[in-house]
């Protein structure tokens, strides 16, 4: 960290103490291990994208990148509690370390964003530092997106059938009937006729051409007990750029109770709908739920790995474990106590050598051979 505030020092020192802002005209680069640190804004108005070290933008006053030209950077370290704001897009090709503070794109603007590039990544994200606007992607089929409003973080996870060439996405915690950044309303009181009750707490921006499915959370801001008594009927719905009407985009994999849940959709195109959110649904059957679990894998021989007695009268089972967001983290046919609180979906990148993070989980449990499906809370503690 030090050495960042140094260089930081330096490139400001030499020539530009009158000024509010670090302008790129040309011949900026950081080369392999090389670091930057950026307590000032930066303008951006030539070339910046061929960079393998870190840049850091750092301080206690807000930041703001702006230019003519997008800035491509390798490493990224966020780490100014008063936003680091976006004017241009900025991308980068390696990891995103979000420390504190968030990156801010204007919602009005869809063509300004923070964009993650094929192997581009990121963690530490938190209700405390995300992206408060735009995060996108180029050349990714699966991501979960950072994304969020001022005060938490409210991810949605895509999944497509191909690699997607751009695809954008935004959180809005705001009443669709009367978005403040889009050019129509979406009318929550025109819908088909197998979705019920349909969300005026908050809604996603979902771009993309590809086929996919998405899956997002609630938490107890989002107000589900407005929208049904039963978690089991919450679905995802999306506002038909066709229809003009809210549709039902299905409840393939869910989770949950009415404060803490997520649900995941059936396939779709996201560039056919203006808006996502969550909405009751007409669902006949009820999941039957299963004991919530406690997990202390310590190899103390005590609740060291998931045993859930009912498997025994199904051994044809399958076995899903999703963290409070919904991604993914365990993924087993034929289950027998596998799960010791380690990730097998490859989902996972901080730490995952070191096994999932302690907090609340969803198990959803398929038994084949009797045609039930069954529910509950994984709790695990390191």
Same mark, same amino acid.
């Given at each position: 960290m030090?050495?960042?505030?140094?260089?930081?020092?330096?490139?400001?020192?030499?020539?530009?103490?009158a000024?509010?802002?670090?302008?790129?005209s040309?011949?900026?680069?950081?080369?392999?291990?090389?670091?930057?640190?950026?307590?000032?804004?930066?303008?951006?108005?030539?070339?910046?994208?061929?960079?393998?070290?870190?840049?850091?933008?750092?301080?206690?006053?807000?930041?703001?990148?702006s230019?003519?030209?997008?800035?491509?950077?390798?490493?990224?370290?966020?780490?100014?509690d008063?936003?680091?704001?976006?004017?241009?897009?900025?991308?980068?090709?390696?990891?995103?370390?979000?420390v504190?503070?968030?990156?801010?794109?204007?919602?009005?603007?869809?063509?300004?964003?923070?964009?993650?590039?094929?192997?581009g990544?990121?963690?530490?994200?938190?209700?405390?530092?995300?992206?408060?606007?735009?995060?996108?992607?180029?050349?990714?089929?699966?991501?979960?997106?950072?994304?969020?409003?001022?005060?938490?973080?409210?991810?949605?996870?895509?999944?497509?059938?191909?690699?997607?060439?751009?695809?954008?996405?935004?959180?809005?915690?705001?009443?669709?009937?009367?978005?403040?950044?889009?050019?129509?309303?979406?009318?929550?009181?025109?819908?088909?006729?197998?979705?019920?009750?349909?969300?005026?707490?908050?809604?996603?921006?979902?771009?993309?051409?590809?086929?996919?499915?998405?899956?997002?959370?609630?938490?107890?801001?989002?107000?589900?007990?407005?929208?049904?008594?039963?978690?089991?009927?919450?679905?995802?719905?999306?506002?038909?750029?066709?229809?003009?009407?809210?549709?039902?985009?299905?409840?393939?994999?869910?989770?949950?109770?009415?404060?803490?849940?997520?649900?995941?959709?059936?396939?779709?195109?996201?560039?056919?709908?203006?808006?996502?959110?969550?909405?009751? &649904?007409? *669902? #006949?059957?009820?999941?039957? !739920?299963?004991? +919530?679990?406690?997990?202390?894998?310590?190899?103390? %021989? /005590?609740?060291?790995? &998931?045993? *859930? #007695?009912?498997?025994e009268? !199904?051994?044809? +089972?399958?076995?899903?474990?999703f963290?409070?967001? %919904? /991604?993914?983290?365990?993924?087993?046919?034929?289950?027998t106590?596998?799960?010791?609180?380690?990730?097998?979906?490859?989902?996972?990148?901080? %730490?995952?050598?070191?096994?999932?993070?302690?907090?609340?989980?969803?198990y959803?449990?398929?038994?084949?051979?009797?045609?039930?499906?069954?529910? %509950?809370?994984?709790?695990?503690?390191?």
């Amino acid at each position: 960290m030090r050495n960042l505030f140094f260089i930081s020092f330096l490139i400001l020192s030499l020539g530009l103490q009158a000024q509010t802002a670090l302008y790129n005209s040309g011949n900026i680069r950081i080369h392999e291990e090389g670091q930057i640190g950026f307590h000032t804004n930066l303008i951006n108005d030539a070339s910046f994208d061929q960079n393998v070290g870190l840049a850091g933008f750092y301080g206690n006053n807000a930041i703001t990148v702006s230019g003519a030209f997008m800035p491509i950077f390798y490493d990224i370290e966020f780490f100014n509690d008063n936003g680091v704001y976006l004017n241009t897009s900025m991308a980068l090709t390696n990891d995103a370390n979000f420390v504190g503070g968030d990156v801010i794109t204007p919602r009005n603007l869809l063509d300004i964003y923070l964009n993650f590039l094929q192997n581009g990544d990121y963690f530490s994200v938190s209700d405390i530092t995300k992206v408060d606007g735009y995060a996108a992607i180029t050349d990714k089929q699966f991501f979960s997106f950072p994304v969020g409003n001022a005060q938490q973080i409210r991810p949605l996870i895509l999944n497509s059938e191909a690699v997607n060439t751009l695809s954008k996405c935004a959180y809005f915690f705001e009443d669709p009937n009367n978005p403040t950044t889009f050019a129509t309303s979406f009318n929550t009181s025109r819908k088909t006729r197998d979705v019920d009750v349909v969300s005026t707490t908050e809604f996603w921006h979902l771009t993309g051409n590809v086929p996919s499915t998405i899956t997002i959370s609630w938490n107890q801001n989002s107000n589900i007990s407005r929208l049904t008594d039963a978690a089991y009927k919450v679905g995802i719905a999306g506002w038909s750029k066709v229809g003009n009407q809210w549709v039902d985009l299905g409840s393939v994999a869910q989770g949950g109770d009415l404060t803490d849940g997520f649900v995941s959709s059936e396939v779709f195109v996201p560039d056919d709908y203006a808006a996502i959110t969550l909405a009751s &649904l007409a *669902i #006949p059957t009820e999941v039957v !739920s299963l004991d +919530n679990y406690y997990l202390t894998p310590n190899n103390d %021989g /005590l609740n060291d790995a &998931l045993v *859930i #007695p009912e498997l025994e009268q !199904s051994p044809n +089972n399958h076995v899903r474990i999703f963290d409070r967001f %919904g /991604l993914k983290v365990f993924d087993k046919v034929n289950y027998t106590n596998e799960f010791r609180g380690y990730s097998n979906t490859g989902n996972v990148v901080v %730490g995952e050598k070191n096994g999932l993070p302690a907090g609340v989980y969803f198990y959803l449990v398929t038994l084949d051979d009797l045609g039930t499906e069954y529910q %509950g809370f994984l709790y695990l503690r390191r």
